[in-house]
DNA sequence: GCGACAG
DNA sequence: ATCTTGTCGC
């Protein structure tokens, strides 16, 4: 994907929100809730941090069976937009394309810290950056955006997402102490196997592995920026 | 109209 | 998300 087509899906300036909710339809048309994925060998995590304008994007890829690090990338850029529930999007896309674009070890699965299709139309961040490049996708969230669910109270133990009377992904007990987390498929990815695959790369921790790891690099490197050191 | 609302 | 130390509990 070259980067007019990159800003075509990813940047919102001079654009309205009615706008940016024409181009997540849009996205969307090509969403398949299929298991599109043979073997995975890889898979990644995406997270990103947050300084004055700046977004520090950061995304580590781990060996899917071990879930050690292969490799990690982070890209700093000037946040392009405010934080508008159900528009994240457009707040962090163009910033994790970017980064997905310098790996030299691609994932064969993302899991990003957002929503996925539990959405009010389907076009959470992960399900959106999926549907755009094309590969698989699956969000896990600390909080709901929208839906009901039963509460899990065993470690382990996971209750159906709902939403509009479909099943959109799932709330799970990933630690004793923590809430429970959100699951649900970004694109290519069954709403059975968005749970397998992040119980898979659970390590006692409230986050899966890609997710966790991607938080601390970021903010790791969001200390590093001459923004941040400069403070007074 | 009112309240809720990923990061 | 971000501003931040100590502190309760296993």
Redesign the pocket.
């Given at each position: 994907m070259n980067n007019s087509e990159l800003d075509y899906w990813f940047d919102p300036s001079s654009r309205t929100l009615e706008e940016l909710r024409l181009l997540q339809n849009k996205a969307i048309g090509n969403l398949s809730l299929e298991d599109g994925f043979g073997k995975i060998d890889r898979i990644a995590g995406v997270?990103?941090?947050?300084?004055d304008d700046k977004i520090i994007c950061s995304m580590p890829v781990l060996d899917y069976k071990s879930l050690e690090l292969i490799e990690k990338k982070h890209i700093v850029q000037k946040v392009p937009l405010?934080?508008i529930?159900?528009?994240?999007?457009f707040r962090?896309g163009k910033a994790i394309a970017s980064v997905f674009t310098e790996l030299k070890n691609k994932p064969d699965i993302i899991v990003f810290?957002?929503?996925g299709i539990n959405?009010p139309i389907k076009?959470?961040?992960?399900t959106y950056f999926g549907a755009v490049m094309d590969i698989p996708t699956i969000?896990v969230?600390?909080?709901?955006?929208?839906g009901e669910s039963e509460t899990p109270n065993e470690v382990g133990e996971s209750q159906k997402l709902m939403f509009k009377g479909e099943q959109v992904g799932w709330l799970l007990k990933s630690n004793k102490?923590s809430n429970p987390i959100i699951i649900a498929p970004g694109h290519k990815v069954s709403v059975e196997s968005s749970l397998e695959i992040v119980k898979h790369c659970l390590k006692g921790y409230k986050l899966p592995e890609p997710t966790r790891l991607a938080?601390m690099y970021?903010?790791e490197a969001?200390i590093e920026i001459p923004e941040h050191k400069n403070r007074k």
């Open positions: 997270d990103c941090a947050y300084y405010p934080y529930p159900t528009y994240l999007n962090e810290d957002s929503c959405h076009a959470g961040m992960a969000g969230s600390k909080k709901i955006l929208c102490r938080h970021a903010a969001k």
